[in-house]
Each structure stands twice: as C-alpha cells, then as structure tokens.
C-alpha cells in the first residue's frame, strides 16, 4: 500500500493539473476544520464545479441565506486550510445530506 501511495503523491507532484485537484478535492475530507462544527451539523459540501466554485448543501433556505453573507470568511477559512485558493467561491443549495457524510 505505500507503494501505492507513493506512486499516487509522485504522479500528483509531477502533473500540476491532478495536484491542483487534489487540493480542491481535500475540502471534503477538511470542511468541519475549515468551517467549524456548527456550520458543519447544517451544510456540507457537495460537489466542486467548474471554475472553483464549490457547492454546499445545507438543511434549509435559512443557512443558505445565513452563509450567503458569510461567504468571505468562510472563503479565506477555507483557504487558510486547505493552503491554497483552489475554490473560487460558494453556492448554496437546499440538500439531504448524503448518508456517506
């Protein structure tokens, strides 16, 4: 298994492209250290489209709303975890949550 992964983080270093993505993708597994565990209970990230834009799920309209205005300090949390400014901005949607989150 670790040879795996060090074919997967010498790939990764090698091909500017599939890091950039990688960082993008780490906000999945990092989103309740970015954002903190109340936002976490009420949105979740779904899904990364194109341009950076990420889009969070949340449980109502309410937090849609509530993060819309939030959405700067959320951005710059996100960057300051994740190391880099792979995600260009935030949309809301109303969402289940996902059984696997």
């Known amino acids: 298994m670790n040879d795996l992964k060090s074919i997967l983080e010498r790939l990764l270093a090698s091909h500017p ?9 780490a906000v999945f597994d990092q989103w ?3 954002v903190g ?9 779904l899904k990364i489209l194109d341009g950076g834009m990420l889009l969070i ?10 993060l819309k205005f939030l959405e700067p300090q959320l951005l710059v949390k996100l960057h300051e975890t994740l190391g880099d400014q792979a995600i260009k901005g935030l949309r809301f949607c109303v969402s289940q949550r996902n059984a696997s989150t």
């Open 57 to 66: 799920g949340t449980e109502n309209s309410s937090w849609s709303q509530h």
């Open 32 to 34: 309740e250290k970015a």
């Open 37 to 45: 565990a109340k936002i976490a209970r009420h949105a979740w990230p």
């Open 17 to 25: 492209g599939f890091k950039k993505a990688g960082q993008r993708n």
